[in-house]
C-alpha cells in the first residue's frame, strides 16, 4: 500500500527550530515530487513548496520561500520542512502529498504544529 | 488572497447538484495547466476527487465530474448527498509564480 507518514504533533515556543518529516512506503520514493501544503486553523489549503527526491530539485511559493527548508533523504525515503527560527504564525496543521501529473493522489495525515510562549 | 478565486460556499438539497467554479488566469489554468479538485472533509487530510481536469480516480462515485474552459475549471456535484458536506479545493500550476503550485481559496459545501 502507497503511503506517506507524518511525524508527530510538535508543540514550540517562538524562536525554536523545527524539522518534521513525511516517510513515503510502498512506492518508488525518488520518482515524485513530495509537495508540503499548510493548512492554518479554520483556513484553506497554501501549497508551500514541492521537492524531487531523486536529485532534491526544489520549487517553492514565493509566499513561503526564505520562510522554510524543504529537504529529502532519498536513503530513508523521507522528506522534511523545516523552519529555522519559529513564529507564532507557523501555528497550523502541515500535510505532505505525493505530487505527480495525477495531482495530489496520496496525502499524509498531516502534523500539527503550535507555536506559543 | 488566493491566485484561483472559488466562491466561499455553495448549497443545495438532498438529490440536487451543483458547480463550484475556480476561475484562474493566463499563467494558471488559461496556460493549459491541469486542475486537480480535492475534497476535505471535517477534521480529515483532502483527498484526490479530479485530477487533469476531468479524471476520476478509482473509487470516486461519478456524481463527481470536473470540466475546463478558458482560464477557469468547474466541479460539478449531482444527486447530492450529506456525506458530501465538505470543502472542495481546485489545484493548479502557475508559470509565472515560480512554476510552483497554486490552490483555490475553497468552497464550503452545505447539503441542506
Known amino acids: 500500500e502507497v503511503q506517506l507518514a507524518q511525524s508527530g504533533a510538535e508543540v514550540k515556543k517562538p524562536g525554536e527550530s523545527l524539522k518534521i518529516s513525511c516517510k513515503g512506503s510502498?512506492?518508488?520514493?525518488?520518482?515524485?515530487?513530495i509537495a508540503w501544503v499548510r493548512q492554518m486553523p479554520g483556513k484553506g489549503l497554501e501549497w508551500m513548496g514541492m521537492i524531487w527526491p531523486g536529485d532534491s530539485d526544489t520549487r517553492y511559493s514565493p509566499s513561503f520561500q526564505g520562510q522554510v527548508t524543504i529537504s529529502a533523504d532519498k536513503s530513508i525515503s523521507t522528506a522534511y520542512l523545516q523552519w529555522s527560527s519559529l513564529k507564532a504564525s507557523d501555528t497550523a496543521m502541515y500535510y505532505c502529498?505525493?505530487?505527480?501529473?495525477?495531482?495530489?493522489?496520496?496525502w499524509g495525515q498531516g502534523t500539527t504544529v503550535s507555536v506559543s510562549s | 488572497q488566493s491566485v484561483l478565486t472559488q466562491p466561499p460556499s455553495v448549497s443545495g438539497a438532498p438529490g440536487q447538484g451543483v458547480t463550484i467554479s475556480c476561475t484562474g488566469s493566463s499563467s494558471n489554468i488559461g496556460a493549459g495547466n491541469d486542475v486537480h479538485w480535492y475534497q476535505q472533509l471535517p477534521g480529515t487530510a483532502p483527498k484526490l476527487l479530479i485530477y487533469?481536469?476531468?479524471n476520476r480516480p478509482s473509487g470516486v462515485p461519478d456524481r463527481f465530474s470536473g470540466s475546463r474552459s478558458g482560464t477557469s475549471a468547474y466541479l460539478a456535484i449531482t444527486g447530492l448527498q450529506a456525506e458530501d458536506e465538505a470543502d472542495y479545493y481546485c489545484?493548479?500550476?502557475?508559470?509565472?509564480?515560480?512554476?510552483?503550485?497554486?490552490f483555490g481559496g475553497g468552497t464550503k459545501l452545505t447539503v441542506l
Open positions: 510502498g512506492y518508488s520514493f525518488i520518482t515524485y515530487w
Open positions: 489545484q493548479s500550476f502557475d508559470r509565472y509564480l515560480s512554476r510552483s503550485g497554486v
Open positions: 502529498a505525493r505530487q505527480g501529473s495525477h495531482g495530489m493522489e496520496v
Open positions: 487533469g481536469n476531468t
